[in-house]
């Protein structure tokens, strides 16, 4: 067997990917600037256009890590029962803005990829871009969509509220705790609650029971689209 | 070590049982089923919190390593994005204010009259 049949393997693609995302986190630990999904993918998509290898193969092995998403997906129930007890007070009317959220999200992102010509199968991989990947990744499966355009486009909407969402609500006087945490959890996810951590207790439990609670509703609201749209073509 | 065995067999449990589920005719994925099973199990209190503790913060910790071999994917999609990269950028960067300010100004307006004191600690 070649050295080249062996990067082939399923089993050394697992485990460069282990190894390029532990790099990556050290190098993020160490500067905060550096992604580390951005610092993770650089070295594998280097190595695979170096020596020649399909995406294809690679994923042989990568399937084996991208199916973990789905107990990652259920492993969201521990934020969202943890936080969601001590919310009791306000848990209906919060419910009530993440749907809200949910619609708004969904049809303003399939709308305006649509209005500007993308294909259906990129307006569907945009419609769940707002959720956390595993819930938009099942979600763009089930329409139709892209998975890895959606896992890009969550990645970045993830960035956007890390970086500016705090600003943004700022601007617009929205500084309530709970108000913010529901904004960004719902609008930027896992990503956008890690932003919240260092500056309040009470946000980041906020947004990270927004950010499953949102990601089922868009999945809920996804599967009735689905109906829809096969119902319209029968 | 038990601890997170446990969990994580949880973990995988509850996503194939949403996945047969999904299978025979339920139209939401199957790991949004297991999530909601698992939601009502343990506020039932069918399955204890510190079970699960470990092997989800274990997951969720580290949710980047489970999608680096999609992103790596988009190597393959180089045509698709610099033709719809305008669409893209244009669908993400509206979609996201919408539902920033939508969900802000929503939830500042419907919580005003709620104390957050009550909630300010576990």
Redesign the interface.
Known sequence: MSVLDAMRHPAF?IAF??L??ATALALHRRWRWIS??VA??VP??AL??AAGIP?AD??R???L??W???????????????NGR?????LP??L???C??AV??MT???V??GL????IS?VMS?VP??VT???A???A??LGG????T???V???GV??ATF?TA??TL???R?????G???G???H?IGTASLVRRS??QAAVSSW?M?AS??VT??LA??L??LLRHARL | MIDLARGLALLVGFFLFGGFLHRVGVPIPGGVLGLLLLYVALTTGLVPLAWLQRAADLLLRHMVLLFVPLTVGLMDLGHVLSRQAVALTASLVVSFLAVLLTTGLLARWLVAGLPADAEAGE
Do not use: H
């Open positions: 693609s990917t282990v390029c995302y580390p999904i993770a993918c594998i998509v695979l256009l995406y690679y994923n092995g990568g399937d890590l991208t973990w998403l789905g107990p990652a997906t259920v492993a969201l129930a521990v934020p969202m029962y943890r001590r919310l009791r007070r306000s009317r919060l009530l803005v993440v809200a959220g708004v999200g303003t992102a399939g305006t990829a500007l010509g993308a294909p990129v945009a871009k707002s990947t595993p819930i990744v099942e979600v499966r089930e892209i998975p890895q355009i896992v890009a486009l990645i970045l909407a956007l509220g969402g943004i609500l617009f006087r929205v309530e705790d709970r108000a913010v529901v904004a960004i719902s609008a930027s896992g207790e009470l927004a499953a990601g089922v999945s809920l599967a009735l689905a109906l």
